[in-house]
């Protein structure tokens, strides 16, 4: 069975670092990318970015590139989002989502990471 | 602050037909395939029909799509109580070169 598993929820501070992870299982990891998409009640679904965890290829939404920071690892089979330092408007929730190639939709979801950033 | 347009909400009664709408332009629709997205309340978004009219495995078939010129379209025929639940349309935009979703419609079962 595929499953895309991501880690618990965060609360933080503006200004802090952040990751969170997505981990596969139930397929080849390294044969499938895996994009994020931010959830919020204002913005609705928003496409981050998705990368090729064969060869750690990274393409960002152009509302994202420079904000935040995409990577993986086939070792452990988890892809990973990542901020340098928050800020009150990244909270959300996240999902990670596996695709088959870099311009295919995604077949399946994480569960979903919920973000809160307090100022 | 989503480039493709949906009705906020839709309703019907058990066994009713009900359609949603996804308006774009010729950057995306108009261009490419739209495909449809169905998040059930509390979790993750499940994709329901893509390339237009094509449905997952394990997607009923009361689920259907369609796509004509700017507009993409989804139809839950025989409404069922399980299928309250919010709806994205979703296309690749050529101008914006990356995914866009649609601002969603929000189902509900009378």
């Known amino acids: 069975e595929v499953q895309l598993v991501q880690s618990g929820a965060e609360v933080k501070k503006s200004g802090e670092s952040l990751k969170i992870s997505c981990k596969g299982s139930g397929y080849t990891f390294s044969s499938y990318w895996i994009g994020w998409v931010r959830q919020t009640p204002g913005k609705g679904l928003e496409w981050m970015g998705i990368?090729?965890?064969?060869?750690?290829?990274?393409r960002y939404s152009p509302s994202f590139q420079g904000q935040v920071t995409i990577s993986a690892d086939t070792s452990i089979s988890t892809a990973y989002l990542q901020w340098s330092s928050l800020r009150a408007s990244d909270t959300a929730r996240y999902y990670c989502a596996r695709a088959y190639l870099s311009t295919s939709w995604p077949d399946y979801w994480g569960q979903g990471t919920l973000v809160t950033v307090s100022s | 602050q989503s480039v493709l347009t949906q009705p906020p909400s839709a309703s019907g009664t058990p066994g009713q037909r009900v359609t949603i709408s996804c308006s774009g332009s010729n950057s995306n629709i108009g261009r490419n395939n739209v495909h449809w997205y169905q998040q059930l309340p509390g979790a993750a978004p499940k994709l329901l029909i893509y390339s237009n009219n094509q449905r997952p495995s394990g997607v009923p078939d009361r689920f259907s799509g369609s796509k004509s010129g700017t507009s993409g379209s989804l139809a839950i025929s025989g409404l069922q109580s399980e299928d309250e639940a919010d709806y994205y349309c979703a296309a690749w935009d050529d101008g914006l070169n990356g995914r866009v979703f649609g601002t969603g419609t929000q189902v509900t079962v009378l």
């Open positions: 990368i090729n965890p064969h060869d750690s290829d990274a």
